[in-house]
């Protein structure tokens, strides 16, 4: 058994604390009792009602696993002695009569991980109850949530699974044993040891693991055990004493429907809402919501009205205040979990408001951005959204200091560029062209215009500029400008009209030579730098010299091998526009796009169509995920920031994309690329008598010479930076060794590089640095940023924009910010095929199932849930703004363009799907 004791291991002094046991010397209260363990004793210690339990440690959890998943030595005589203490507290027994006590089995780390381990609920339920609580309808119901609730949680067995079942527990039992294989436990300890390691196990799912990985919390050593007894909550919910989306309103936030909280976490019903007002405990508003669902508790048989209020005024009153009392107890604002029954509310749960933080930071970090950008002013100013805001989104400190130096004159793309013969200025050279305003990445036209030509007054026109937008950055500036022409204009005018000429020409010569000299001369030397860094031990380094590695790899990588990368895709893009200018000006615009497309789909050598059908191979077991991860684990979604894990470290995206593949018949795309080479060839066999047809004849030969190279070149605009990117995974296994030997995990990416030699003497400094700026990184991110910045119209930067013509509907808010996407309409997680990424997520409600899809989310909609939700509390976590929009899944098509408001609870749609426009 799992709760065997295991020999030859050394017994612990203990592994078990009552709520009301005094801790010993030495250890924080979190890190050994977990966050809600610790909660729960400091609330009753305090007095206060809290329901009687005990806990079981996180270092248990610890040796848990390093004994093969079997209980210590001790532990199970302490999980006795203490169930038997709790008897005796309660007066109660344990799964007997005549005074039954059922208990709660829940999870906590030392620091919240909201949903993504087990909970279990009224454990010690057994059909030889039936007498001692008064059998019935309500005890059978109660039954079969419990068995539905025991299958799921320490078998994986989903609510469906029973649909055929009903209400009765026998047909529950009987399904259980069909999938299971074995009878279900009807011995109370039985029930309570496998509700124990049930959570245990929890703590290495996929989803935890991912969770903490992605939230640094690998440090954590396991999860601590709370066993509580019942509390037969009438009604139950939460507060948040402090409205943890505008934290200057105020005002407290209460959540309360029927039964027990499960049906309000898993999003189930859309709970009531009450806003209150600090300063006197006045409602605010009250918003009463749709409770059919309700997950009841021992003895719960009355029937309730759905749409009534849960709580009267006088009950939010009380417990509004003895929430504030919690939170002077604490010293901090709280979200607190509750129930309420027999007329007294008892208390479940009490931690710090996560996010509080971020959310006081929006609006102070609004001000200094609009702050610093006036002052950067001595005119109009323009800022433009840069292409690059789209592989990298919000940027730490780290990639950005590392991508802005590769961005600038004096960069590999600045190279790029001085290899075409341009001349960028020194300021260009020196400071770069991009900005980092509110988060996110934006060109400066004014510094771009200088990349060019050095002396030379071009500009972009800056009306033109914020009416086109970033379109209009992907040329060279035209517009001259007098007032920018110095006394040494027209003495350099001759030498700059001759350096143009030569650029001009030396373009036209390497593009000829471009696929031939990156093959052959540049990408082998490249490919033997990047084995040997792959396999070299950093850990034997100093830190001084691991630092110097990653300065020589960014040089070798980003200096020397990016900009040689980049050409042979960037004479691709030439040479594509130049066939589709000339086709668009014989056939008219529509028309030549559609075949200049044509003629250059299903090319050979496009390694995003080898990854994806190689990933197709892998789920059809015609190839090895370890074949996949040798040809492409040096990459991942959002691979451009250094701090994202790639895929031969974690690949549970490719586990999901597998599994997603496996059971759906969607595209094959080796298929799809041979449909796409068969329309090429017929296209390019059509195209003479096309020409012909349009009076174009004459321009065949120096159209034909065009496409060869469009068709020979543009597979380089994506294996350009697969190549790249596997220079990119070196930066990052320097940067990991640091973060290793500093303890620092994903937090050593808000440092700055120049910092990095200085941090093991100005540690603690530094970390009080990292730790504001993640507030900051993530309150910028709420802010509802334009493509167009324009000086003259800063007062209003970062506030939600009203979008004229679109359709926009009101929502309840459950997580703060603003993201654009398209809408990716879910039922059910398994099959939700592939989603892409920076969607919106629409679904009725979410679950610990459908955490992996809020990776890649920029947003959710679910159709009912509170700020307790899962879904809530998983997208505050992940920093993505969240709202309930009751009917969404008809109201929105997969596809739509829509805005997500979480500020303001608005749902904006920006544009339909053309299928149901």
């Not at 079969?144 to 029973?162: C, K, N, P, Y």
């Not at 052959?520 to 010299?545: F, H, M, N, T």
Request: proline share 6%.
């Amino acid at each position: 058994m799992g709760h065997g004791a295991t020999g030859g291991q050394p017994v612990s002094d203990r592994w078990v604390y009552d709520f009301d046991d005094p801790l010993p010397e030495g250890p924080d209260a979190r890190r050994l009792l977990g966050g809600k363990g610790a909660s729960l004793k400091q609330m009753t210690l305090a007095g206060l009602h809290v329901p009687p339990g005990f806990t079981i440690t996180t270092e248990c959890c610890r040796q848990y696993y390093a004994l093969g998943r079997r209980w210590p030595p001790g532990l199970e005589e302490q999980v006795r002695q203490h169930l038997q203490r709790l008897e005796q507290k309660t007066g109660r027994t344990f799964g007997r009569g005549p005074r039954v006590l059922l208990v709660s089995v829940r999870s906590g780390a030392a620091e919240s991980m909201p949903g993504m381990m087990d909970t279990l609920l009224n454990c010690g339920l057994h059909p030889g109850l039936a007498s001692a609580m008064g059998g019935g309808d309500a005890l059978r119901r109660l039954y079969a949530q419990f068995i539905r609730m025991f299958a799921g949680t320490v078998h994986g067995i989903g609510h469906e699974a029973f649909t055929s079942a009903g209400a009765d527990p026998d047909a529950h039992l009987r399904i259980y044993e069909q999938r299971v294989g074995r009878p279900f436990p009807t011995d109370p300890w039985l029930l309570l040891a496998e509700c124990i390691n049930a959570v245990f196990d929890s703590w290495q799912s996929e989803r935890a693991v991912a969770y903490r990985q992605r939230h640094d919390m690998t440090h954590l050593i396991g999860t601590a055990v709370n066993v509580q007894m019942m509390f037969p909550s009438q009604v139950s919910g939460i507060v948040f004493t402090q409205d943890p989306n505008d934290p200057a309103a105020g005002r407290m936030v209460i959540e309360a429907s029927y039964g027990l909280g499960e049906a309000v976490v898993s999003g189930d019903v859309t709970p009531d809402r009450f806003l209150v007002r600090r300063a006197d405990l006045s409602i605010i508003s009250a918003d009463i919501g749709h409770k059919a669902a309700v997950v009841a508790a021992e003895g719960q048989s009355v029937p309730v009205d759905p749409d009534a209020p849960s709580l009267s005024t006088q009950q939010v009153r009380e417990l509004a205040e003895l929430s504030l009392r919690i939170e002077k107890h604490v010293g901090k604002p709280l979200d607190i979990e509750w129930g309420w029954a027999s007329g007294e509310f008892a208390l479940l749960q009490s931690r710090p408001i996560r996010g509080l933080d971020v959310a006081e930071d929006v609006e102070l970090a609004r001000q200094q951005e609009i702050n610093r950008l006036r002052a950067m002013c001595d005119g109009r100013r323009v800022w433009i959204t840069h292409n690059l805001a789209e592989t990298l989104r919000f940027p730490t400190p780290l990639t950005w200091d590392i991508v802005r130096r590769f961005m600038a004159g004096d960069g590999g793309f600045g190279r790029m560029y001085r290899m075409l013969g341009y001349r960028p200025s020194e300021t260009i050279c020196r400071e770069g062209f991009l900005e980092l305003i509110g988060g996110r990445i934006y060109a400066d036209p004014d510094r771009l215009a200088q990349l060019f030509w050095d002396g030379m007054p071009l500009t972009y026109d800056l009306d033109e500029v914020r009416a086109a937008g970033p379109a209009a950055l992907d040329r060279a500036p035209t517009k001259f400008d007098p007032n920018r022409a110095d006394t040494r204009f027209l003495a350099r005018l001759p030498a700059n009209l001759l350096a143009m000429w030569r650029a001009g020409r030396s373009t036209r010569r390497a593009r000829v030579d471009a696929r031939r000299r990156f093959e052959e001369q540049i990408l082998p030397p490249y490919l033997k730098y990047v084995q040997e860094k792959r396999s070299q031990d950093l850990s034997g380094l100093s830190d001084e010299q691991v630092i110097g590695e990653l300065e020589e790899r960014r040089r070798r990588v980003l200096d020397e091998f990016a900009p040689e990368s980049l050409l042979p895709g960037f004479f691709g893009g030439l040479a594509f526009d130049a066939v589709q200018s000339l086709l668009s000006q014989l056939m008219g615009e529509r028309e030549g796009a559609m075949w200049a497309t044509t003629l250059t789909g299903g090319l050979e050598g496009d390694t995003t169509f080898e990854q994806d059908a190689l990933l197709h191979d892998v789920a059809r077991g015609r190839a090895t995920l370890e074949e996949f991860l040798g040809r492409f684990g040096h990459r991942c979604i959002g691979e451009m920031e250094l701090s994202e894990p790639r895929w031969r470290e974690n690949p549970q995206y490719l586990h999901q994309m597998i599994g997603r593949m496996k059971g759906a018949d969607g595209r094959n795309p080796s298929a799809v690329h041979e449909e796409n080479v068969r329309k090429r060839q017929e296209a390019e066999k059509q195209l003479p008598r096309e020409l012909a047809r349009w009076g174009g004849s004459s321009l065949r030969e120096r159209l034909e010479a065009d496409l060869a190279d469009a068709q020979a070149l543009l597979p380089y605009r994506e294996s350009g930076k697969h190549y790249l990117m596997m220079g990119y995974e070196l930066l990052r296994l320097a940067i990991e060794e640091l973060s290793r030997r500093w303890e620092l995990g994903r937090r050593i990416y808000f440092l700055h590089l120049d910092e990095l030699p200085r941090f093991t003497a100005q540690r603690t400094q530094l970390t009080e640095t990292i730790a504001h700026r993640r507030v900051r990184w993530q309150a910028l991110q709420r802010l509802d940023m334009p493509d167009v910045i324009d000086s003259e119209h800063l007062h209003d930067l970062g506030l939600s924009r009203v979008l004229k013509g679109a359709d926009e509907m009101t929502a309840t808010t459950l997580a703060g910010g603003v993201a654009t996407g398209p809408a990716r309409i879910v039922f059910d997680p398994s099959q939700a095929g592939d989603l892409g990424t920076d969607y919106v997520l629409v679904c009725p409600s979410t679950d610990p199932g459908w955490t992996p899809l809020f990776l890649h989310a920029r947003g959710l909609i679910v159709e009912r849930g509170g700020v307790l939700s899962h879904g809530a509390i998983v997208a505050r976590d992940f920093g993505i703004p969240a709202v309930v929009l009751p009917g969404a899944t008809r109201l929105l098509k997969s596809g739509d363009r829509i805005r997500v408001d979480g500020n303001t609870g608005k749902v904006v749609v920006i544009a339909r799907e053309a299928a149901h426009a």
